[in-house]
């Protein structure tokens, strides 16, 4: 499943976070990548130890935390420590599939990535190209978000940015472990929650409230590892 989560910043908090992102120095983005991938990357990124990374990173930290449509749709244990790119001047990322075992540098935390996630902190009026362009199960998906808002996809999913042909793209990028690594399993969990969610917003009262949510924590006490 590709979910898009809007506002997962607010538009104060965004530019507070630029200003700190658009004062540090920017490294080649080649020393994150794993060796396939370092063929296809050309961008700038923050050292992961970088400051302004670990500070912006805990507000966004702190944001997924209190976003229930991300806790519902990523059921996360583990959120790598955000990292940042900036792709300009015909910058771009060909295919590739981000590595399955991630390790922070910073933390010392060792994760299996289940999903990768994007976060805009440049506007799509501010450059051109830059998509996203996501091959998931559904077939290809292009993202190019408002600043703020925050694009979810399964890690296993085939993935580029085009290039970018005039202004900055500026965005964090990151992984999940869920409780639930299949996405398949992920999804239908997802589903009922937002369906259990409307019936109760239509009738707090309703009968099948009650059962249908003893089903989705039945199921999540099958399928989770915590
Ligand atoms: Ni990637």
């Keep these: 499943m590709l979910l898009q989560i809007p506002h997962v910043l607010s538009q104060e908090q965004v ?3 630029r200003l700190l992102l658009e004062a540090a120095e920017w490294i080649d983005g080649r020393a994150t990548a794993g060796y396939q991938s370092a063929r296809a990357k050309n961008n700038t990124q923050l050292a992961e130890d970088h400051p302004a990374a670990r500070k912006v990173g805990d507000v966004i930290l702190q944001a997924l935390e209190a976003s229930p449509l991300f806790l519902s749709a990523a059921l996360p244990l583990k959120v790598f420590p955000p990292l940042f790119n900036r792709y300009s001047g015909g910058q771009s990322f060909g295919t590739h599939v981000d590595n399955a075992i991630r390790h922070s540098s910073v933390t010392g935390m060792r994760m299996r990535t289940d999903l990768s996630a994007t976060l805009f902190f440049a506007g799509p009026e501010e ?3 830059g998509e996203l362009v996501v091959e998931d199960t559904y077939g290809v998906q292009q993202v190019k978000l408002p600043a703020g808002d925050m694009v979810l996809y399964p890690a296993t ?11 900055a793209r500026l965005c964090s990028f990151f992984w999940i472990q869920s409780m639930v690594r299949d996405d398949g399993r ?13 019936v109760v917003q239509d009738a707090a009262d309703h009968p099948a409230a009650v059962p249908l949510t003893g089903v989705y924590h039945n199921l999540l006490r099958q399928w989770a590892d915590s």
């Design 186 to 198: 992920r999804t239908l969990l997802f589903d009922l929650d937002v369906a259990i969610q409307r």
């Design 127 to 129: 450059y051109a190209g």
């Design 15 to 17: 530019a507070e976070c």
């Design 157 to 167: 999913s085939l993935h580029h940015v085009r290039p970018v042909t005039s202004g």
